[in-house]
Structures are given as C-alpha cells and as structure tokens.
C-alpha cells in the first residue's frame, strides 16, 4: 500500500490558478471514485475540501474543484489567494483502507 | 457539531505500548460511521492507521496491523488506539477523525495530540 504520489511542491500568483495532482494505482485511485482532499495549515488538523472526487462540503470555496481520469485525481485552486498557502493531500479510499498522498505545498508567491 | 478530542500520554518509552483516547462529543459513536485514527510523524505527511465501527469491526493499515489495536466504548462514546512495540518511528501527531458513511472520507478531525517516542 504505497502513498499516493503528489508534486511536493506548486506554487503560483494571487489570482492565478494551479492544479495539484494526484496519481495512484488500478488497487485505489483507479478503482474508486472515492477520493478526497484535505488542506492543512502549519499546525493544525486537516480540512476537509473535496469529497468523491469532485463533491466540495458545504463552506467551502468554490474556487477548489476536483476531477479524476483514470488513475490520477486533480485538485485547481482558481483565483489563488493568500490564504490558500498551506499543504494539500488527496487521499483515497483502497477497499477496507485508505492511502494518503504524499503532500503538495502550496505557495503564494 | 460533531466534535473529536484526543487524549493520552505525549511520551511514551520505546518498546513500549502507545495509548490514546478519541472522545466524540454532538453525535453518537453508534451512528453509521466509521471512526479513524490518522498519524503524521514531525514534517512528513499523514498515514492512515485504521478504523472502527460501533460494532467493534476493524481494519486496519497492514504495515501496522500486527501491533495494533482499535476498540470502542459506546457507553462512554469513545474509542481508543493501541500500538505496541513502538519505535522513534512512532512519533507523530496522532489525530483521530469520523468518516463520513457515504463518500468515505474524513470529514470529522480532532486536533490531533503529539506523541513522542523517547527514553
């Protein structure tokens, strides 16, 4: 069961928009549309920003969106602002267990 | 609002047993979630541990599986993580976190409780 692989690092201008990926495997990404991604400022727990592949819970921006082909997810942030500086994790559901990425730091430049 | 806190001792001896509390407060542990533990060691990323249901089923991750024990307590609605056998390689924040019964994820996050592994 080895951890999703993610860029570790992507970084863009205010405004801007970037997209992290997210690659796994026929066993989980592939498998299932099952995957979420969790936003972690320095410090705290993880949040919760996209479910099912491209599902955002409420209060969350519609600026995050998600998608999937195949093996690989895919997170955008459009319109990049500041507080979006943080580390990103995709995570996926791998029948009766889950993988996590490898982690993307964001940065704003 | 359901609510998850984390409870334990921060340090534990090596070769030791790691133990740890989740205490889930604005919703019963006998709902129709599973409830997670998730570790991140100091600047790296998160690792699923395992899961319970109210039932006492559980899965956990097969690296970990063979020192590790789940189990919950629906009168005190809480469940709780044993690790044995620890290493430094155990040292992390522990969080634990509910998973949502529909698309599987973790929507529910404690704040997490950091547990060092040290003479």
């Known amino acids: 069961q080895s951890a999703l692989t993610q860029p570790a690092s992507v970084s863009g201008s205010p405004g801007q928009s970037i997209t992290i990926s997210c690659i796994g495997t026929n066993s989980d990404v592939g498998s299932y549309n099952l995957v979420s991604w969790y936003q972690q400022h320095s410090g705290k727990a993880p949040k919760l920003m996209i479910y099912?592949?491209?599902k955002r819970p409420s209060g969350v921006s519609n600026r995050f969106s998600g998608s999937k082909s195949g093996n690989t997810a895919s997170l955008t942030i459009s319109g990049l602002q500041a507080e979006d500086e943080a580390e990103y994790y995709c995570?996926?559901?791998?029948?009766?267990?889950?993988?996590f990425g490898t982690g993307t730091k964001v940065t704003v430049l | 609002q359901v609510q998850l806190q984390e409870s334990g001792p921060g340090l534990v001896k090596p070769s030791g047993t790691l133990s740890l509390t989740c205490a889930v407060s604005g919703g019963s542990i006998s709902s129709s979630n599973w409830w997670s533990w998730v570790r991140q060691p100091p600047g790296k990323g998160l690792e699923w541990i395992g899961e319970i249901y109210h039932s006492g089923t559980t899965n956990y991750n097969p690296s970990l599986k063979s020192r590790l024990t789940i189990s919950v307590d629906k009168s005190k609605n809480q469940f709780s993580l044993k690790l044995s056998s620890v290493t430094a390689a155990d040292t992390a924040v522990y969080y634990c976190a509910r998973v949502d019964n529909s698309g599987l994820d973790f929507n529910y996050w404690g704040q997490g409780t950091l547990v060092t592994v040290s003479s």
């Open positions: 099912e592949g491209t």
């Open positions: 995570c996926s559901y791998a029948g009766s267990s889950y993988v």
